[in-house]
């Protein structure tokens, strides 16, 4: 919201409490309460003669595409001769006898505009008549130049070619602070400086019921009829309960002078406001808004049939706004009719059959508190934003629509004369606002530090607050006391919002910062140590790591052609998905893996493997359509169970997947693809840093090749194996489909199914030396490695420490079907230095269990 300093300093200054602070320091007194600013700007100075000056005549030029005034002006001694200053003029909203700002040759205006005595329009013009934004005054285009009359003219610090900036008030700074969305108060003066009053330690008086307060005339209301009862030629107000306004009221001004013009220091309020002035009418009630919050709208009263009706707008309706646009209205708006038909989209911009105009002598003007919601809805459906939408959307004062309808009517009487016409139309009650419950200590518990005495009860009375003592404390001897917000506060509803009050207004950089202590133990749980051993492993094993999406496409088992039976086929569906053709939670990770990797590789990365740790979503047998409980008050403990019931498990799975080359030619030698084994040694990197033993046996599983398939087979905590995962190619249908390289391998394994072990790190040191031997076993080609290496390890007994793999060798002279494995054995004693013949005769034990279980020979 942009404000000027003036305003606020002159809403905070008092005859017994001088105020003044720099714009440096208002910018940081409103930091202190919690509000930022986007930067202040002061009024951009102009040197050289700007001075005060009486139109005295002027002359119509014709023959020009506009209508131009060749003026006389009198500016006094100060052109140094007393004579008339000769001036063009294209404005028309001056009259003779005004007194308008005339900025004389030699002066320079904001923006580096220099004045000096040129011809125009075939005339010497000898400076020029001025207005507010070209002083530096306003944002906004004006559709005039400054001119004074009347009571204003004949203020006594006007005088006749004397200085005019200290009465326009160009020493002057804009703020433009910003408002969150829950701070709707503060788009007002009164709720600024309000908060300022908090933030600099000053007594705030309440401008809504105070003139004084609001730096406008004492006597402002003498005079003014009682607008408590509804008055003669007033129109009654009836209101759908559907519209949920829960209070509407109205005022009449008659006889107005249509062609007043509001006074400058009005108009300069609204245009520091970013606000341009319209008419007399309009002014008053964006002056008021701006002033207490509240959005008011002026009606022609001669334009006005009947009564008053606030409704729901049919759907299809037809409405033309202030802003010229004819409106398809929504059976959701919300709209304010007369006899004749709908005169207002309510809060957000009246219609144009009823808007004053040049001819306007009756007023009507009205005030509202309508719904939140609503008006947010129906500014965003007509994308309609207007001053007053902002405001009803963020929560206006209902206790301040009386108040702002005796401004109103005060203000323009003052400005346009007319009569005030007794009583007012007013429906609705004030809202009572709901106790809330709390001890005086809560803010000092939350901040962890001990506040004043008195503190909580202070900072809640400054923000409006009713506080009452009950009378009852707790164990520590803080008070119970019973909080009622102020009516321009609908955010406070529970404790918290009230020790956030205090806590804002005690200033947060006052609460110290803490480091918490660590908590006694290793810190995280064992799971969630064993989900980042894995992910370091396999990152220092060369893989990225990517963060898989939980939604899959619908149709990604169809591409894969499971069958239907399948149990990953079994999936939660998402009743709002955010894209319709990709509503499914996925039972597994591949499907956002592939789409990954496609995306990759057509941007160009061809040689690359991701890996993932991501939740699964695994619908059990009581899941189903979540049931939906009433918001009217919390669950009971059945739809609590039956809430939970429903929840789908989750287990942790890490997949891997990978196309192009592992290792890129170089002066190293040729490039080395990605191959099936790739993706089971990726298995054993993971169970390494799971700390568990895995074997693999062949497997069809799709979407791997069935010929290029490994099920991963780990033990689980009953002793029984259980298959944990898949490595190996993905089919090349699936590759296809997919539009993946050929023979892209992946890789999925259930964490959560493996075996959970504290595995505390320590180092395995043996005093004694380990004796290796090699054994070459000829096998059918059918049989897995894995089997001949299991064999070996049972037939070899307590003294093998290790077993490896190093050689497959193939051969005619193996005979057909065959093929050698050929594996390193380290063994080793515990407890003494182990002889040659300890070694082979475990050996041999091996070689023979080997061939009993898998048939296999030694290799001669």
């Known amino acids: 919201m942009l404000i000027s300093q003036d305003w606020l300093t002159r809403l905070l200054r008092t005859s017994t409490a001088p105020f003044s602070v720099t714009s440096e320091e208002m910018d940081s007194g409103f930091v202190r309460v919690g509000f930022e ?28 595409k506009k209508p131009i005034r060749y003026c006389e002006v009198n500016v006094g001694d100060a052109n140094g001769t007393g004579e008339l200053q000769h001036i063009i003029c294209g404005a028309r909203n001056f009259r003779k006898g005004d007194t308008v700002v005339v900025s004389l040759p030699g002066a320079v205006l904001p923006g580096g505009f220099e004045i000096a005595a040129r011809k125009t329009y075939g005339k010497i013009s000898e400076g020029m008549m001025c207005s507010a934004a070209e002083l530096g005054l306003a944002s906004v285009q004006t559709a005039g130049i400054i001119a004074l009359r009347g009571a204003e003219a004949r203020d006594p610090h006007i005088v006749i070619g004397a200085d005019a900036r200290d009465f326009l008030g160009l020493d002057d700074t804009v703020f433009d602070v910003n408002i969150t969305p829950d701070r709707g108060y503060a788009l007002s003066a009164r709720g600024l400086a309000r908060e300022l009053a908090s933030s600099f330690g000053l007594s705030f008086r309440d401008p809504a019921w105070d003139p004084a307060a609001a730096a406008l005339p004492t006597d402002l209301f003498a005079g003014l009829p009682d607008g408590a009862e509804p008055g003669e030629g007033l129109p009654a107000i009836t209101v759908d309960e559907d519209t949920k306004c829960s209070r509407f009221g109205i005022r009449k001004v008659e006889g107005i002078d249509p062609t007043a013009e509001s006074p400058y220091w009005l108009q300069r309020e609204l245009l520091l406001c970013g606000q341009r002035p319209v008419n007399a009418a309009t002014d008053v009630t964006n002056y008021i808004m701006f002033l207490l919050g509240q959005p008011m709208h002026a009606f022609d009263a001669g334009r006005i049939a009947g009564d008053l009706h606030v409704h729901r707008a049919v759907e299809g309706e037809k409405l033309t706004t202030l802003d010229g646009v004819e409106r398809t209205l929504s059976g959701e708006d919300v709209v304010i009719s007369d006899e004749t038909g709908i005169q207002s989209m309510a809060g957000v911009m009246g219609g144009s059959t009823s808007e004053i105009s040049a001819e306007t002598t009756d007023v009507f003007f009205e005030a509202a508190h309508f719904d939140q919601i609503t008006v947010a809805r129906t500014s965003r459906r007509h994308r309609l934003s207007s001053e007053a939408s902002r405001r009803f959307e963020r929560g206006t004062d209902p206790a301040v629509i009386g108040a702002a309808l005796d401004y109103a009517v005060a203000l323009l009487t003052r400005i346009a004369g007319g009569t005030v016409i007794a009583g007012s139309s007013l429906v609705g009650e004030i809202p009572v606002m709901r106790i809330i419950d709390m001890h005086t200590s809560a803010p000092g518990r939350t901040a962890g530090m001990t506040y004043p005495s008195g503190t909580t009860v202070g900072r809640l009375t400054e923000v409006g607050c009713s506080v ?36 804002r207004l005690e200033g947060l950089d006052q609460i110290p910062s803490v480091i918490p202590s660590s908590p006694s ?94 939740q699964v979503t695994l619908p059990t047998t009581a899941s189903g359509l979540s049931p939906m409980p009433s918001t009217a008050g919390r669950p009971s403990a059945e739809e609590i169970a039956a809430l939970k019931a429903s929840l789908p498990e989750q287990p942790l799975h890490v997949a891997v997947i990978a196309a192009g080359d592992r290792e890129l030619q170089g002066t190293w030698g040729p490039a080395q693809p990605y191959s099936a084994a790739d993706a089971f040694e990726a298995a054993r990197v993971i169970a390494r840093a799971a700390g568990v033993e895995i074997s693999l046996r062949n497997g069809e599983y799709l979407p791997w090749h069935p010929g290029r398939c490994a099920e991963i087979v780990a033990v689980g905590t009953d002793g029984e194996k259980v298959v944990v995962g898949h490595a190996g190619e993905l089919h090349p249908q699936v590759c296809e489909r997919a539009e993946l390289p050929k023979r892209t391998i992946a890789l999925e394994l259930d964490l959560d199914g493996l075996p959970l072990t504290e595995n505390f790190p320590r180092p395995v040191l043996s005093p004694f030396p380990a004796l290796y031997q090699d054994v070459a076993l000829v096998v059918d080609e059918t049989t897995p490695a894995a089997d001949v290496e299991a064999a070996l390890v049972g037939g070899a007994g307590d003294l093998l420490e290790s077993i490896r793999l190093f050689d497959v060798y193939h051969a005619e002279a193996l005979g057909e079907g065959k093929r050698s494995l050929t594996y390193s054995l380290r063994f080793r004693a515990p407890d003494r230095t182990l002889t040659e013949d300890e070694a082979s005769a475990a050996r041999e034990a091996a070689v023979a269990a080997a061939a009993e279980k898998v048939g296999a020979t030694l290799r001669g």
């Open 521 to 614: 133990g290793r810190g995280l749980t064992p799971r969630q140590r064993r989900r980042r051993a894995v992910g370091h492993a396999l990152a220092w094993n060369g893989w990225l790591e990517i963060l898989p999406s939980p939604f899959i496409p619908n149709d990604t088992f169809d591409v894969w052609g499971l069958a239907d039976e399948d149990p990953r086929r079994d999936a939660v569906r998402v009743l709002n998905p955010l894209e319709s053709d990709v509503a499914t939670i996925g039972t597994t990770l591949l499907p956002s893996m592939i789409d990954s990797l496609r995306r990759n590789i057509t941007r160009g990365q061809k040689d690359l493997g991701l890996f993932g740790v991501e």
């Open 37 to 64: 600013t986007e930067g202040y700007a002061h009024i951009e100075e102009s040197t050289g003669p700007v001075v005060f000056g009486r139109v005295e005549d002027y002359e119509e030029l014709e023959g020009f």
């Open 468 to 503: 009452t003592p009950t009378g009852q404390r707790d164990a520590n001897g803080a008070m119970a006391i019973e909080v009622t917000p102020p009516t321009w506060r609908p955010d406070l509803t529970m404790p918290a919002d009230l020790v956030e009050e205090v806590l």
